[in-house]
């Protein structure tokens, strides 16, 4: 009993804690979901002939379900470019970054970094979900301190790192 009413005690003797939350400043901006990669007849050309000598390669050795699967990367990449991307909302606040009406919370995020590629500017966000590890959004230049200075109240940011692989795969590739 007396323990109980010495820790109601207690209880009530705590000052409210302090508000964790940063005063952040919003940001907010509006970008492609993603890069169309223009693609001229060379392009369209070396694909097919790689495709179809896989292919054959395939079928020589009785691969069957290599070569179906091949075949449908082959459909996947050709009708690829017909997707126009679409444009986002990107907010930064006090809550962490909105991609549209998606809320990601600072407490998803393990830190953030920024990219020069090819006169543009990405800002890339590692997330702790695993289908989305990690989220790339193209940001103005004349945003980039201002959008720093926001997400390092909240997150870190890495210095070292670079374009991720699979962006530089895919924009060698071109697809």
Known sequence: MFIKKFIMEEQNNLQPEENTQKNIDLIEWKSREFQSQKRDWKWYAIVSVVLVLVIALALYFSQWL?????????????????????????????????????????????????????????????????????????????????IKKALGKSIPELDEKNEDWIDKINRLLKV
């Open 66 to 146: 290599v070569a179906a699967v091949i075949l449908m990367v082959g459909v996947v990449l050709f009708l690829s470019n017909r997707i126009a991307p679409r444009m986002m909302n990107y907010r930064i606040d006090e809550n962490g970054v909105t991609i549209n009406d998606h809320l990601v919370e600072y407490g998803s995020l393990k830190g953030f970094w920024v990219v020069y590629v090819e006169n543009k500017v990405y800002l890339n966000l590692i997330s702790t979900t695993r289908l989305a590890p990690v989220i790339t959004a193209e940001i103005d230049e004349g945003k980039v301190e201002s």
